[in-house]
């Protein structure tokens, strides 16, 4: 089997131009993230991500596989470094899923006014990827960073558009505020600094008023440390959408709304709660101990985006040695990712509610919290919908003693 390239494919002109050349020489996995809130420019960097590969798979004989990925974040959070570090978690799940891809595709071109943007990010960027893999999975073979056009001493940007077709060229699209012409087309807007040709303004960290960061599955251990977070400060509750099955995605999201509800009525802090739709590839979900390494990007980027950020709360309960020796793999890999890319973050204080790296059972665990919180909790990844005894509305009826299943509004969980 041919191995693969692994490239984030922008819908610009440098992607675009990226695609064209990795494709000349073997099978490439590109994947497009559709970043939110941005509107127009959403919509068309998608649809030219489309047509880019339509175009390249029917010039050359390897085979090239688009994977689009939802990655709805706020738009304070997400603007950060300009999307760097949101894509670098991306590209390790990736590595970590598919043993055939042998190099990274990076793309930059030489303007001098981003140059040190290209070289601070790049580096913090490729850091983090390579710690985490390799602290994640043992790879079959090594992978390789692949500098597209000659890093660290990259082409012009109008030299790189040169390696690719005319006509690929006019389907790409750079322009942040792109419009709709007559023809139904996106064409530049001609005033955002892409289309002037200027330096863009890069957004600063701010204050968000909040000190404690989760991340709230739903289930009862994040539940747990947001319980115990809400009693020494503001917290930035975070729920990110992951699973590809509905019902579970329901489920969780609902259980994490109920929690939030609960602990804002029993705290004396305020919580604000965010809800990130974040959906790779189906092949690309659960590979990277339960998805953890999803959310290091994610994680990193509230960090760096918010300056009174002071403690991050993991929830890490053992049920036996061999969860407890994954989630000391996964925790080793997380942080050496985090620290890579927050390096300039000082006085980050992690928070282990349960005792890490010896961790409490998870029955001792919970009591750390009140009953009547955690069964408002989901965490069984298999759920399913009852009836009522019109076999057509949801049921609060339950055989307990014979299923060992426990009701949550409707959706029930098998243990």
Sequence with gaps: MSKKTLLMLSG???SAAALWIAAQEGPVLAVHVRFAPRKNRRKAEETAAHRIVEYVSRQVEHDIRLDVVDYDIPGNVADIVYDCYHLAGLEAVYLIAHKDIHRVARISSDETFLKPIYVMRRERAS???ERMVNLSVERNEPFAWWDVFGWSNPLKREDSHLLMPEHLMRMSISCRRPVLDGDGEWSPCGKCFKCKGILPKQRQPEACGYSELVFLSGGSGSATALWLAAREGPVLAVHVQLSNHPIRRKAEEDAAHRIVSYVREKSRHPVRFDVIKYTPAA?????AQND????ASIRAAYVLAYTDIKRIWRAAPAHDAGYSAKRGQTRRAWVAFHNALCRDRRGLEWR????WPNPMLKEDALRMAPQELIDLTVSCRILYLTA??????AGDVINAEVTGRMRTGGIHETR
Excluded at 283 to 287: A, I
Excluded at 292 to 295: C, D, L, R, T, V
Excluded at 352 to 355: A, E, K, L, Q, Y
């Design 127 to 129: 850091m983090a990827i």
């Design 12 to 14: 610009g002109p440098d």
């Design 388 to 393: 009522g005894e019109d076999g057509k509305s």
């Design 283 to 287: 092949d690309t979900l659960g590979v």
């Design 292 to 295: 953890m390494h999803h959310f």
């Design 352 to 355: 282990d509610p349960f005792g």
